[in-house]
C-alpha cells in the first residue's frame, strides 16, 4: 500500500468522488476536495518533504500488485486520484493518468503500445465526463 493512503478520510470539505475506470473492474477512487488544506489532511505526507511542504496541488496513489506462487495479483481498487478544486485542467489531469499508466505498464509487462493508449484516452474522457456531470458550467 502507498505510504500516502489513508484509509479513513475526512470528508466534510470533499466536493465529490467517483470511480474513474481504467480497464475491465479496475479502477482509480477520484477525490475533489474543497480546497488545498481538505487533500492535504487527507493524505498522508510519508515522508515526502514536497508533500509536508504543500507543493502539491494533485497527486495519484498507487496500490500495490504483489507476487504470490510466481503470479501477480492486481488490486481491482488501483489507487487514487487527489485533486483541489479550481486547481487543475488538463494538463493535471494528463500528468495524473500518466502515474496511475505507468504503474499499468509495469503490472502488465506484455501490454502493446496502442492499448495503453487508449486506456489513456478512455480515462481522460471518462475523468471529463464525470467531472462535468458533476460541476455543470454556467
Excluded at 63 to 91: A, C, N, T, W
Aim: negative net charge; contains cysteine; aromatic residues 12%.
Amino acid at each position: 500500500m502507498n505510504e500516502h493512503f489513508r484509509v479513513r478520510k475526512d470528508r466534510s470539505r470533499l466536493g465529490a468522488t467517483w470511480r474513474l475506470p481504467i480497464k475491465d473492474e479496475h479502477y482509480v477512487r477520484v477525490y475533489v476536495w474543497q480546497d488545498e488544506e481538505a487533500m492535504i489532511a487527507n493524505v498522508l505526507p510519508g515522508g515526502d518533504p514536497n508533500w509536508e511542504g504543500g507543493k502539491y496541488a494533485a497527486c495519484y496513489l498507487a496500490m500495490d500488485s504483489i507476487e504470490v506462487d510466481g503470479e501477480r495479483l492486481i488490486p481491482v481498487f488501483y489507487g487514487e486520484m487527489h485533486l483541489v478544486q479550481k486547481r487543475f485542467g488538463v494538463g493535471v489531469i494528463a500528468h495524473e493518468i500518466t502515474h496511475c499508466l505507468l504503474n499499468w505498464i509495469r503490472d502488465h509487462e506484455d501490454i502493446e503500445d496502442e492499448e495503453v493508449c487508449v486506456i489513456a484516452g478512455e480515462m481522460n474522457r471518462k475523468f471529463w465526463n464525470s467531472f462535468y456531470r458533476r460541476y455543470k458550467q454556467e
